[in-house]
């Protein structure tokens, strides 16, 4: 196991993720659950290996009888996502719950999703803010950013500027993009969102990238306004003019809007 970390890190000898899946294989055939997980990420990732997803689900599975948190999450990863299994969002959600009770934050922050999103249990945003907490607490900065959002728009918990500020202060800390936006339109007189969301649109207006990509996610996350996918379109393609690292979100937006197109036929 140690060997395959070596080579798949380049630490001490040359990358070389074939000779990585190879000492992984050893240690998983002997029953090592962190070799197992390790070369079930190989063949998830196509590293080393030709991408082979049931081949990764096959790993994870051997390495959860140990009771591997990690590895639960990861088949809830693969479950939430249909890869190499067929798409179960219950499966997903009990799989993430068995690694999320043993404290493992990527999972509570995965619960978190499940219960805001509604998949695989009923939307519950209170649910979601009790998990997306002990996600943050431990610094998980998906949680950090997300809870932040629920106390910007009053789910599950009553809308609190402060709160949702503090919270996206620690996630722009780990260069969280959406919580940077958002603190560019803050200043310490606020006390409401709406104050907040007045002074983003006018610095968006005035032409301040960061603020337009505010307003576009305000409006795309349905932050105390209502839902507006065009909107935010428009606001994180002209962010996106300014600055390539909102192009991301900007074209995913934008495939959004065609499939609701294809839908609509409008």
């Given at each position: 196991?140690?060997?395959?970390?070596?080579?798949?890190?380049?630490?001490?000898?040359?990358?070389?993720?074939?000779?990585?899946?190879?000492?992984?294989?050893?240690?998983?055939?002997?029953?090592?659950a962190y070799a197992q997980n390790?070369?079930?990420?190989?063949?998830?990732?196509?590293?080393?290996?030709?991408?082979?997803?049931?081949?990764?689900?096959?790993?994870?599975?051997?390495?959860?009888?140990?009771?591997?948190?990690?590895?639960?999450?990861?088949?809830?990863?693969?479950?939430?996502?249909?890869?190499?299994?067929?798409?179960?969002?219950?499966?997903?959600?009990?799989?993430?719950?068995?690694?999320?009770?043993?404290?493992?934050?990527?999972?509570?922050?995965?619960?978190?999703?499940?219960?805001?999103?509604?998949?695989?249990?009923?939307?519950?945003?209170?649910?979601?803010?009790?998990?997306?907490?002990?996600?943050?607490?431990?610094?998980?900065?998906?949680?950090?950013?997300?809870?932040?959002?629920?106390?910007?728009?009053?789910?599950?918990?009553?809308?609190?500027?402060?709160?949702?500020?503090?919270?996206?202060?620690?996630?722009?800390?780990?260069?969280?993009?959406?919580?940077?936006?958002?603190?560019?339109?803050?200043?310490?007189?606020?006390?409401?969102?709406?104050?907040?969301?007045?002074?983003?649109?006018?610095?968006?207006?005035?032409?301040?990238?960061?603020?337009?990509?505010?307003?576009?996610?305000?409006?795309?996350?349905?932050?105390?306004?209502?839902?507006?996918?065009?909107?935010?379109?428009?606001?994180?393609?002209?962010?996106?003019?300014?600055?390539?690292?909102?192009?991301?979100?900007?074209?995913?937006?934008?495939?959004?809007?065609?499939?609701?197109?294809?839908?609509?036929?409008?």
């Amino acid at each position: 196991f140690n060997l395959g970390v070596m080579y798949e890190k380049g630490e001490g000898v040359e990358k070389d993720y074939k000779k990585a899946v190879e000492w992984y294989t050893k240690a998983a055939e002997q029953g090592d659950a962190y070799a197992q997980n390790n070369l079930g990420l190989m063949y998830y990732e196509g590293k080393g290996v030709e991408q082979d997803y049931k081949k990764a689900y096959e790993w994870f599975s051997r390495a959860e009888e140990q009771g591997y948190a990690i590895v639960q999450n990861n088949l809830g990863v693969m479950y939430y996502e249909g890869k190499g299994v067929e798409q179960d969002y219950k499966k997903a959600y009990e799989w993430y719950s068995k690694a999320a009770e043993q404290g493992y934050a990527i999972a509570q922050n995965n619960l978190g999703v499940m219960y805001y999103e509604g998949k695989g249990v009923e939307q519950d945003y209170k649910k979601a803010v009790e998990w997306y907490s002990k996600a943050a607490e431990q610094g998980n900065v998906y949680a950090q950013y997300s809870l932040g959002s629920l106390y910007y728009g009053g789910k599950g918990t009553e809308e609190d500027l402060n709160k949702a500020l503090e919270w996206y202060s620690k996630a722009a800390k780990q260069d969280n993009i959406e919580a940077q936006a958002f603190l560019v339109c803050y200043d310490k007189k606020m006390t409401t969102t709406k104050q907040h969301f007045e002074k983003c649109l006018k610095l968006a207006e005035q032409g301040n990238a960061e603020a337009q990509y505010a307003v576009g996610v305000i409006y795309y996350e349905e932050l105390g306004v209502e839902k507006d996918v065009q909107k935010a379109y428009e606001w994180i393609s002209r962010a996106a003019e300014q600055d390539k690292k909102y192009e991301e979100v900007k074209n995913y937006i934008e495939k959004e809007l065609a499939e609701i197109s294809d839908k609509t036929g409008i």
